[in-house]
């Protein structure tokens, strides 16, 4: 079986909560091996998308394929959509690995117990293999020295760093992250964000939610950028970002400039 | 007060913290079912859990007492006076201990399980490894208030032909015409037993902390 081209095929997603509609007819490829990141404003959809694509919220129509696998649900030759069962929800699904804003890092379990859980729990491995591995997931996002530490112990990007490498230790082909630096200081951000720019240059597949501007521009290979639920451009920084530039993307990377969005809009 | 006498208070305190302590074990054990049955997403296993949850906390202890052995020989069961106390106290520390108990799984946030999904951990795996270890932690301080409160009101359960703490205390006021100083020592016994309960809660939680919620 040949890999198909994208890690991520989005067809005619919506999604509607009651009556209101937040994500219209998506249609996006996701391209392997590089990031893309998702920008917009608050209630663009960007969050929405990301979650329907981890399968956490359940898209009202429309179908998603994980490396040409469904998940979630699955079109048939007739056109109907049909629910797949549980367990290949979690087989295709353990393909990817989710980084959360506010880290989700279980409070009960020291750094390497978060790490090494799904080792064990799932994957059954025994606590000294786990804990290897795990330790080599730690020494990646530079935290090893804090393995027995608690979360509460730990800054809020040391325990960003934990989720990410709770996230590799199951070695996803996707990573996905839901605005991972939005709940950190300035000064935190920044070693999250590097743990993220290595991991791009290793080549892992990563969608990345983010207002920080700045790292879309330098490290996502494509830039989405959703408005009113909608996929409003889709291209490389380069074509996005230079002029002529879409006016509302204008109007949006105005209201970022302290995120790095100033460099974007300078008159080169 | 002879040696002798103080004697019989303290096998009486001894009566009192094995059947508080039995009763605290066996309604967190019931308490655990009935939180899973309300928690449940099946009416049938919810309903009679609000039921029972209801009524152990509706009506007072002292009339479900009188209830419990006045009903066991109704039905044909001849049970001694401390089988009917426990099971009396048991159910009615259960429904208290179920409501703690659900307090503390509704508290463990969503985004914790949605990190256990995503990684995937099935529910039973994320019942076992993640919700339970966190809300049983949430829970410590209303176990704790819950003991004491159980340890006191034991005293109601002389009703039903039990000798514990309270009741000794009254014999040997009637016998020996020193209400006062019987009554003083039941008191400053049933605060020393408290103030150990107490002192446990504060060690379990001060050895959980580390592990809290952020």
């Known amino acids: 079986m040949t890999l198909p081209s994208s890690a991520i095929a989005i067809r005619g997603l919506c999604k509607s909560y009651g009556k209101a509609e937040v994500l219209h007819d998506i249609d996006l490829e996701i391209a392997r091996g590089a990031t893309t990141c998702l920008i917009g404003p608050s209630g663009s959809g960007k969050s929405t998308l990301l979650r329907c694509i981890a399968f956490l919220e359940e898209a009202t129509r429309g179908t998603i394929l994980i490396n040409g696998q469904p998940l979630g649900f699955e079109e048939q030759p007739d056109g109907k959509r049909v629910r797949v069962p549980a367990h290949q929800i979690r087989r295709v699904r353990s393909g990817i690995g989710m980084v959360f804003q506010q880290f989700n890092l279980w409070p009960h379990m020291t750094a390497l117990g978060n790490v090494t859980e799904a080792l064990v729990t799932v994957n059954g491995l025994s606590r000294a293999e786990a804990e290897a591995r795990g330790m080599a997931q730690l020494r990646r996002v530079g935290l090893e020295a804090r393995a027995r530490h608690y979360p509460s112990e730990l800054s809020g990007g040391q325990q960003q760093r934990v989720a990410i490498a709770r996230a590799l230790a199951l070695e996803p082909k996707i990573l996905l992250f839901d605005e991972p630096t939005a709940s950190l200081d300035p000064e935190l951000t920044g070693e999250v964000l590097n743990v993220m720019r290595d991991l791009g240059a290793d080549g892992m597949t990563m969608v990345v939610v983010t207002h920080e501007i700045g790292f879309a521009a330098t490290v996502g290979r494509r830039i989405v950028f959703l408005d009113h639920g909608r996929v409003l451009l889709n291209g490389t920084p380069g074509e996005l970002f230079a002029a002529p530039r879409h006016p509302r993307l204008t109007q949006f990377l105005e209201t970022y400039l302290d995120r790095g969005a100033a460099m974007l809009l300078k008159p080169a | ?214």
């Open chain 2, 1 to 214: 007060m002879t040696p002798r006498l103080f004697e019989l208070m303290l096998k009486a305190a001894g009566t009192t913290v094995v059947i508080s302590v039995a009763s605290i074990g066996i309604g967190l054990l019931i308490g655990i079912l009935v939180c899973a049955a309300r928690l449940s997403p099946r009416p049938w296993l919810r309903w009679p859990a609000g039921l029972f949850v209801s009524f152990f906390r509706g009506v007072p202890l002292l009339v479900q007492l009188l209830l419990i052995y006045n009903l066991l020989p109704a039905i044909g069961l001849t049970v001694p006076s401390v089988v009917a106390a426990l099971i009396g106290l048991s159910l009615c520390t259960a429904a208290y201990q179920a409501e703690n108990l659900r307090g503390g799984f509704t508290s463990v946030p969503r985004g914790l399980l949605e990190a256990a999904d995503m990684v995937g951990l099935s529910p039973w795996q994320q019942f076992r490894r993640i919700r339970a270890p966190i809300a049983l932690r949430l829970t410590v301080p209303a176990l704790v208030n819950e003991a004491i409160l159980i340890l006191k009101a034991s005293s109601l359960i002389s009703v039903v032909g039990v000798i514990e703490l309270t009741r000794t205390a009254q014999n040997l006021a009637a016998s020996t015409y020193e209400p006062l100083l019987f009554y003083a020592v039941a008191g400053g016994l049933y605060l020393a037993i408290n103030w150990l309960v107490a002192a446990g809660g504060s060690l379990a939680e001060r050895a959980l902390r580390r592990g809290r919620l952020a």
